[in-house]
């Protein structure tokens, strides 16, 4: 496959799909977050709410840098802060018919982008791990 | 640049120099770990000693996972655990002198690498955002 053309392709058949992607809900407090965190051993994860609909993205730096105090990190504070006040709300996101090359200029800046349909439906995420599998098939051949 | 001549080269140029490292010195405790990962904003750091000698990783995640108790996060624990005790001791590294294709094999499962030379001295990191670019440019042209 030429340069030109892998790099056209849709994302569809990278994409990890969305019961294989560990989440938090909208409404869900930043100590339940930090469990999913540490237990799934991830550093970010999609906000969700019931309908599957994104509404952000959690971090583990995120939650942290919310309860640090002037002289001690306060974490009796998590399980009433709510995962919606320290999510970020802006977050990028991919149609699963964008192509490779518009998923690799998003990629340099983020460890994975979320993919969504029309209707801002959660489908999965793209992560830069797979997207490098596939960069280094297309350079090695 | 042919995709075989550019996999050759050699990853020196791509290196993030030791200077620009966020990092933390063994003997030092995880709070004070977990206060730099919080504040520099980086999910692991590599862990040194006074001569800049490699001698781990450190994640928000392996900290995070040491004080996990049965029923709640035990946050008063984190001045007496040294980052010794929890941090990844057979990290993955590479040399100056090795080439970009060794690295895109390493960094499609590690975020980043460290760089040591022949004595293990700590000399800087390559991350998957600048392979990225690289790789973008080569496929672009
Ligand atoms: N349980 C595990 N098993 C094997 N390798 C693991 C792993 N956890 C982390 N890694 C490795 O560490 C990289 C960074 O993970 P991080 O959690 O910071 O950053 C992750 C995380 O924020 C998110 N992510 C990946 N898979 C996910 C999933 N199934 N559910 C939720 N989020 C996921 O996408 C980011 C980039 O993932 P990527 O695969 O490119 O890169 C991953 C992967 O190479
Ligand atoms: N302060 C910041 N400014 C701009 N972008 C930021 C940022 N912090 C994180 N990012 C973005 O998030 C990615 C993942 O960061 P993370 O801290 O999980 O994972 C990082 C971190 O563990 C380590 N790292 C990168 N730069 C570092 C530094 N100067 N000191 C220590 N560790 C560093 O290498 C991993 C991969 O870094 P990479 O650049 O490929 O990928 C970074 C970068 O694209």
């Known amino acids: 496959v030429s340069s030109r053309d892998f790099l056209k392709l849709p994302i569809k058949d990278f994409i990890i799909p969305s019961e294989k992607v560990a989440h938090v809900q909208i409404g869900n407090n930043t100590e339940h977050a930090l469990l999913v965190l540490t237990k799934t051993g991830y550093s970010s994860i999609p906000v969700l709410d019931m309908k599957f609909r994104m509404h952000g993205m959690v971090s583990v730096q995120q939650i942290t840098d919310e309860i ?74």
Chains 1, 2 share one sequence.
Request: with cysteine.
């Open 68 to 141: 640090l105090g002037l002289d001690r990190i306060e974490y009796e504070r998590l399980d009433s802060i709510k995962v919606d006040d320290v999510m970020t709300r802006d977050f990028v996101k991919i149609h699963e018919n964008d192509t490779f090359q518009r998923a690799l200029d998003l990629l340099i800046n983020h460890p994975y982008i979320c993919v969504v349909d029309y209707d801002d439906m959660f489908l999965g995420i793209l992560t830069r791990r797979v997207v490098m599998k596939q960069l280094k098939k297309q350079l090695y051949l």
